[in-house]
């Protein structure tokens, strides 16, 4: 027989599992779950007391503290103590420079200054010669300097 075919099974659709339905239910239940475990982390650290500064406290005059300031145009300049100026210098000459006052003094401390637009290469530069020098107390000021100062 040429005609339609009397099967049965023909006329059945098989059934199918959607299965992007179930991905979308597996996803909520993971974000869920790790939303609710990092809920459970209690973030907690450690009491710390930091020094606060006296506003009106005057530095020492006294202090030997050698600060090496770096100018945009590649200019230092060399200032020991609070009270005294800052004298222009060459790159060349930082290093004889720290080298005599690490022989002078016990306890040489060197702070490293920038002005508003030096570049960081003079900074790290300076900062390479104060470890050749092997001054172990040097420090980098964060915060922004008149050129000169």
Request: proline share 8%; hydrophobic share 40%.
């Amino acid at each position: 027989m040429s005609g339609p075919s009397s099967n049965a099974e023909d006329g059945k659709k098989k059934a199918r599992i959607e299965i992007i339905p179930l991905i979308d239910v597996i996803f909520f239940l993971l974000a869920t779950f790790v939303l609710f475990t990092l809920s459970l982390n209690k973030i907690s650290s450690l009491p710390v007391d930091l020094p606060v500064a006296n506003p009106n406290s005057q530095p020492n005059p006294n202090d030997p503290t050698v600060y090496l300031q770096v100018s945009d145009q590649g200019n230092c300049y060399w200032k020991q103590g609070v009270g005294s100026q800052p004298e222009l210098i060459t790159v060349g000459e930082i290093a004889p420079r720290l080298a005599d006052y690490k022989n002078r003094e016990s306890n040489p401390r060197v702070l490293i200054q920038g002005d508003s637009k030096a570049r960081f290469g003079a900074a790290v530069l300076a900062l390479d010669e104060v470890r050749k020098a092997g001054i172990a107390q040097v420090s980098v000021q964060t915060t922004v300097q008149p050129t000169g100062r």
